[in-house]
T-cell receptor, first 112, second 117 residues
Framework: AQSVTQLDSQVPVFEEAPVELRCNYS??????LFWYVQYPNQGLQLLLK??????LVKGINGFEAEFNKSQTSFHLRKPSVHISDTAEYFC??????????FGQGTELSVKP | ETGVTQTPRHLVMGMTNKKSLKCEQH?????MYWYKQSAKKPLELMFV???????ENNSVPSRFSPECPNSSHLFLHLHTLQPEDSALYLC????????????????FGPGTRLTVL
């Protein structure tokens, strides 16, 4: 069965610093991975997704993620964060029947 | 309107009330989903509809009753809820439910914040 583990529940960083949000997955079938962001009082918005091909995936708002099959990881990175990046970030793995299995979320807090 | 809309955005109800949540998607999709988001817990998939047919019921209590009259609209009818049902209920849509392991991107609405007293 597929599962997703987000290793950090909260990540505080200062503005303009780099950030990495960690995600590990387990899956016995082909892997389709997603990162979503949830701003306060809003629904989830897709940041990026890995379906196949290049292991480095670029998304919106300057985020990117790298698929690492040997380490079963899909960490999200941004070289320089802004106050507006403060939000909750969810990693998810796609599974049979169109379902998404989500991690518990990582709360990114960007401080001035 | 564009994307996925949900009404109401906030709902407070007593345990004996009956209410309904509404979701509408303007993306031309054929699959729709209900999720429950509770504090400090991962999103929980509740129901999946594909071309108006329910394809997934994730062991949801019968006090939650979904309805999908067409591919653009999804309802969640609520009755005799418990305080532990208080949560953010998110609706999502995608082009379709794939048969194999491939998963389409899902597009989410803003959610309905439900409080059960």
């Amino acid at each position: 069965a597929q599962s997703v583990t987000q290793l950090d529940s909260q990540v505080p960083v200062f503005e303009e610093a780099p950030v990495e949000l960690r995600c590990n997955y387990s899956s016995s079938v082909s892997v389709y991975l997603f990162w979503y962001v949830q701003y306060p009082n809003q629904g989830l918005q897709l940041l990026l997704k890995y379906l196949s091909g290049s292991t480095l995936v670029k998304g919106i708002n300057g985020f990117e993620a790298e698929f690492n099959k040997s380490q079963t990881s899909f960490h999200l990175r941004k070289p320089s964060v802004h106050i507006s990046d403060t939000a909750e970030y969810f990693c998810a793995v796609g599974t049979q029947g169109g379902k998404l299995i989500f991690g518990q979320g990582t709360e990114l807090s960007v401080k001035p | 309107e564009t994307g996925v809309t949900q009404t109401p955005r906030h709902l407070v109800m007593g345990m004996t009330n009956k209410k309904s949540l509404k979701c509408e998607q303007h993306l031309g999709h054929n699959a729709m989903y209900w999720y429950k988001q509770s504090a400090k817990k991962p999103l929980e998939l509740m129901f999946v509809y594909n071309f108006k047919e329910q394809t997934e019921n994730n062991s949801v209590p019968s006090r939650f009753s979904p309805e999908c009259p067409n591919s653009s609209h999804l309802f969640l009818h609520l009755h005799t809820l418990q305080p532990e049902d208080s949560a953010l209920y998110l609706c999502a849509s995608s082009p379709r439910v794939q048969r194999g392991p491939y998963t389409d991107t899902q597009y989410f609405g803003p959610g309905t914040r439900l409080t059960v007293l």
